[in-house]
């Protein structure tokens, strides 16, 4: 045990010097890194459709997979959900409150799942969300269906963070811990003020269509600000993402089985360079997945020594496994690790 989490501690925070998720392979000094603009849109639109499909928003789905870059194997050690024998699970959350009867009782509560591991020999692990969602539910909404996903036409969910944001937190088993914080109040945290549309405080908001959302709708991403943090047993911290994501998609299908289109900026707001990710049949189709298992997602850089140049990243089967082709051509494999 104590090798493991030496060589946890040892990869995260070469993480840190990253200042990034993603591949990393072939970014330049100052440049954004190689599959961050891709995972951090995809992570964004994962999180509002595995809200609006009734899933536990946050939760990663099936683990236990092979990591492929340093940076994954220390999520891996850090990530409590993964195979463990002779360990006690315990969660909490999932939850709606007050008890949904339409949008009379507006505004809504939603607290996420939060899990824990305990091991036979004592050592724990978790993955717990710091606070809750708020939900506000439109007048065309009815009183049955409390996730939108078999809502009727025209039924639009506003999700929103309180003025913190919402922050889920991985911690390993010898303290080491990795947060993601998702705060919808991204007016002014991009920064690039003359990117359009300008990001704003109202929140991600899911519109269901003129067949209800059974058949399809929209989902806008009006302002969200996204920062990570990796943080040391003994406290030593440092930021690996800064983010701020618009951007607007069209939704095909119901749940299990959703298709979607459309486009998502994202600032990057360490490195100030900006990209946009175009998802072209982007397809949800494992309801016990919240990443995408088919179709692919552009990303383009917008400025910087290498505007214009784009990535590619593919999706696969296998929850949340998916391959990278990266600004320079190669081929690397992508594991996913947050719907936020």
Same mark, same amino acid.
């Given at each position: @045990? ?14 840190? @010097? ?32 595995? $809200? ?22 220390? %999520? ?6 993964? @195979? ?21 009782? $507006? ?66 088993? $010898? ?9 919808? $109040? ?115 850089? %917008? ?7 784009? #990535? ?8 949340? #496994? ?14 996913? #690790?947050?719907?936020?």
């Amino acid at each position: @045990m104590q090798r493991r989490d030496r060589f946890c501690s040892a990869l995260i925070f070469a993480a840190c @010097m990253q200042a990034g998720c993603g591949a990393n392979h072939e970014a330049g000094a100052g440049d954004v890194v190689d599959g961050q603009g891709s995972e951090v849109a995809v992570s964004v639109v994962s999180g509002a459709l595995n $809200n609006t499909g009734g899933s536990a928003l946050g939760w990663n789905g099936p683990r236990g997979r092979a990591r492929r870059s340093s940076f994954a194997r220390a %999520l891996e050690l850090l990530n409590p959900v993964g @195979m463990a024998w002779a360990a006690t699970w315990t969660c909490t959350g999932g939850s709606l409150s007050p008890a949904f009867a339409g949008p009379a009782r $507006n505004p809504y509560t939603y607290t996420p799942v939060s899990c824990s591991v305990t091991w036979k020999n004592g050592r724990t692990a978790s993955a717990i969300w710091d606070g809750s969602f708020t939900l506000v539910y439109g007048r065309s909404c009815d009183a049955l269906h409390p996730f939108i996903g078999h809502q009727a036409a025209d039924c639009s969910l506003v999700r929103t963070t309180g003025a913190a944001g919402n922050t889920r937190t991985l911690t390993g088993p $010898n303290g080491d811990s990795y947060s993601i914080t998702h705060d919808t $109040n991204g007016a002014d945290t991009g920064y690039d003020a003359t990117v359009a549309p300008a990001p704003s405080d109202d929140g991600v908001i899911a519109t269901c269509g003129a067949g209800g959302c059974d058949t399809g709708g929209t989902l806008v991403i009006n302002g969200s600000h996204l920062t990570g943090t990796v943080t040391s047993a003994a406290g030593r911290s440092a930021i690996l993402w800064d983010h701020t994501v618009t951007g607007s998609v069209d939704v095909a299908g119901p749940p299990g089985g959703r298709v979607v289109n459309g486009t998502v900026t994202v600032q990057h707001n360490i490195a100030q360079r900006t990209s946009s990710t175009a998802f072209a049949g982007v397809t949800y189709g494992d309801g016990s997945c919240c990443f995408p298992t088919a179709g692919s997602v552009t990303t383009t850089k %917008l400025n910087g020594p290498r505007a214009g140049k784009s #990535e590619t990243l593919s999706f696969g089967s296998a929850c949340g #496994e998916a391959t990278l082709t990266t600004f320079g051509g190669s081929s690397v494999a992508l594991t996913l #690790e947050h719907c936020i």
